[in-house]
C-alpha cells in the first residue's frame, strides 16, 4: 500500500511539474490556469507591464492602473531601472514616485538607489524616461506603466 501511493506521488507530482514547465511562457488558450497578461500587457517575468498610448496626469493614471488590478511601477532596484529606460526612450512616463518629505515609491519604500531630476519644488510626482527618473508637476499630461502580478 505504501508502494503504490509512492507511486502515485510521484507521477502526480511530475504532471504537476510537466504543466508548469509547458505553460510557464505560454499564451496558450489549452493552459487556462496558467499565469498570463491581459490583452495589450507585456510579459516580462512574473509581471505583466501596460504602457499606456494616451496621457494623463499623475493620479488619472494611478487610476487607471488600480483599475486594472495594479500599479502604477515601481521599481526595485537600479537594474530594473535600467532594464525599463530602453523601454522608454524619449518620451516620460509616470511611474509610482511621489515626493512628501522624501522621495517615496507607492508602496512606501523610499528611492534608495537613484537620483530623481527636479528643478523645482512644485514638482512632486516622479515620470522616467531613458535618461533616468524626474520630478514633474502631477498635473502634467504623460504617458504611464503599470505593473501587476501575472494571473
Known sequence: MAIALGLLTVILMSLLLYQWIL???SNDSRCASCPRCPDRWTKYGTNCYYFS??????NGSLEFC????????VL???QEMS??????????????????SDWRWEDGSVLNFSRVL???FVQMCGAMNKDGLQASSCEALLQWVCKRTRI
Open 23 to 25: 505553460c510557464r511562457d
Open 53 to 58: 498610448g494616451e496621457k494623463r496626469d499623475w
Open 66 to 73: 488600480l483599475a486594472n488590478e495594479s500599479h502604477l511601477l
Open 76 to 78: 526595485q532596484d537600479s
Open 83 to 100: 532594464l525599463f529606460k530602453t523601454f522608454l526612450r524619449n518620451d516620460f512616463h509616470w511611474v509610482g514616485l511621489r515626493r512628501k
Open 118 to 120: 527636479s528643478n523645482s
